[in-house]
């Protein structure tokens, strides 16, 4: 399989969001794409303050 990728035209798997050659991707639970390791970013939950907002969503107001 790894030769035929190398053999073959270049392929390099590209991020669908912002373009960029990527080695991982990022989905969400619908496993729609998010990002990948080049546009999406990591942060301490208790140092963002949407964290701490009320989730609307999941109690279904
Ligand atoms: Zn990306």
Redesign the pocket.
Known sequence: MKDLWREGTEREP???????V?DT?YRERYFEIV??????SQHEACETEACYEPRYAVLGL
């Open positions: 590209c991020c669908p969001v912002c373009g960029r990527c991707i990002g990948c390791e080049n546009c999406v």
